[in-house]
């Protein structure tokens, strides 16, 4: 049976909106030899060195240092170190909390992950399950099913292209035709106005600024243990690219939940007082 309910989605950062620090932090690095700083230094430095793309190299290192110490490459090696990811306080109940909130007002909730942290990894969490579709980086794999090269990068500029899937309802990231055709905003599978994106940061400015724009909600999150970060998504607000700074908090009793309540209600008022304008419309001979 379809349901009519208007879908609403959640579209999140993962890296510092969800979990605190990177995802290579909690588990790999360490399995490599390496503390943190001096792996995203040598990363810094490599991409620095040859104009890359700092999320290319990224992936490049960890298959280097992976094949030299003979690691696994494996799908399945990269979801075990998903398994140790940590995540902010309230987040695995989150879920369910927003989903029934949503459907107590007739709407439907979905969730993406929209990151430039590794899919493999994400996929090995938690709260996998909860997500409708996982837009990330992700390796290519051989016969054997060793990762051998990058299949997808999303840094970001490329993160805004996910969301343009989302509107027109097209999952695939292969697909480059589709999600360029002409679709009728009326017709549109999620409209923006009916989209909720969080992000810890710069790098989620261009998703967050064009949210908003085209009517959207658009979230700055931070760890409420660091100073820099709140300054950083208060920034956001005076600057007009998001609408509200919330502390990674995501359960019940936290400001999160009260905001995203309060969005929904919105949604909700919209979208009913959109059908009556249409009621009336019809009136019209």
């Known amino acids: 049976m379809m349901n009519d309910n208007p879908i609403v989605a959640f579209i999140y950062d993962f890296d510092g909106t969800l979990s605190p620090g990177n995802m290579q932090e909690f ?25 890359a793309d700092q999320i290319l190299t990224y992936m490049y290192l960890m298959l280097k240092k992976a094949n030299a110490l003979d690691l696994s490459l494996k799908r399945e090696a990269f979801q075990r170190y998903g398994k ?7 987040v695995q109940e989150w879920f369910a909390l927003v989903n029934k909130y949503g459907q107590s007002l007739g709407l439907e909730i979905e969730h993406y992950v929209n990151s430039s942290g590794l899919a493999e990894m994400i996929e090995g969490t938690v709260i996998a399950r909860e ?34 899937k989302i509107n027109k309802g097209i999952e695939s990231i292969y697909d480059n035709k ?5 679709i009728d905003k009326s ?12 992000g810890d940061g710069e790098t989620d400015i261009p998703c967050m600024k064009l949210v ?12 409420p243990d660091d100073s820099q970060k709140k300054s950083v998504s208060v920034k956001l607000i005076a600057d007009n690219r998001v609408n509200f700074a919330c502390p990674a908090d995501y359960s019940e009793a936290s400001e999160m939940v009260t905001v ?20 009336h419309k019809s009136k019209i001979i």
């Open 178 to 182: 589709e999600v360029n055709e002409f």
């Open 131 to 164: 997500f409708r579709k996982i837009y990330a980086c992700s390796y290519l794999y051989d016969i054997d099913g060793k990762a051998v090269w990058p299949a997808v990068a999303v840094n970001y500029t490329t993160k805004t292209q996910f969301l343009f």
């Open 84 to 90: 140790k990811i940590e995540l902010f306080n309230g």
């Open 260 to 279: 995203v309540r309060t969005i929904l209600d919105k949604i909700k008022a919209d979208h009913d007082f959109n059908n009556l304008l249409a009621q």
């Open 27 to 51: 588990g790999f690095i360490e399995a490599i030899g390496k503390s943190t700083d001096s792996f995203w230094a040598e990363n810094s430095k490599l991409a620095l060195n040859n104009d």
């Open 187 to 198: 017709k549109r599978r999620v409209p923006f106005s009916r989209m909720i994106y969080f």
């Open 212 to 223: 908003k724009e085209q009517g959207g909600h658009s979230i700055a999150v931070y760890n």
